[in-house]
């Protein structure tokens, strides 16, 4: 009987269980409510991707990027792959470039 009871606790201890994400989880583009493009009102959600890209013609001094992607108002513009701090930010709606503190609303002058 107690080998029984032994064998039945542990397969239960290695049963799969379901992992459950928190509830703080729920609504992830909080973090992103008070953040808007300043030409066309976009608001970012917390899958859209930028890219770590040092292009020609844009108004970001020439760097040497790396080409991670991430969502560059999870790091306030600081990129994760070489740590370089974007100081403009393209939007993915209007492809217009703003300064990334621009983006912020209610942000200190």
């Not at 583009?29 to 040092?54: A, I, M, N, T, Y």
């Not at 701090?85 to 703003?98: A, D, G, K, Y």
Request: charge should be neutral; proline fraction near 6%; aromatic fraction near 12%.
């Amino acid at each position: 009987m107690l080998e029984q009871v032994t064998t039945l606790l542990f397969k239960q201890g290695r049963k799969a269980g379901t992992i459950i994400a928190p509830e703080t989880r729920l609504d992830e583009d909080d973090q992103f409510e008070g953040v808007r493009c300043p030409h066309c009102k976009w608001r970012p959600s917390s899958h859209d991707l930028w890219s770590c890209v040092s292009e020609a013609g844009g108004p970001e001094p020439p760097f040497r990027s790396c080409g991670t992607s991430w969502n560059t108002f999870a790091t306030r513009g600081r990129c994760p792959g070489c740590s370089h701090q974007w100081e403009w930010t393209l939007c993915l709606r209007c492809h217009q470039w703003s300064r990334h503190i621009e983006w912020y609303e209610g942000r200190r002058t």
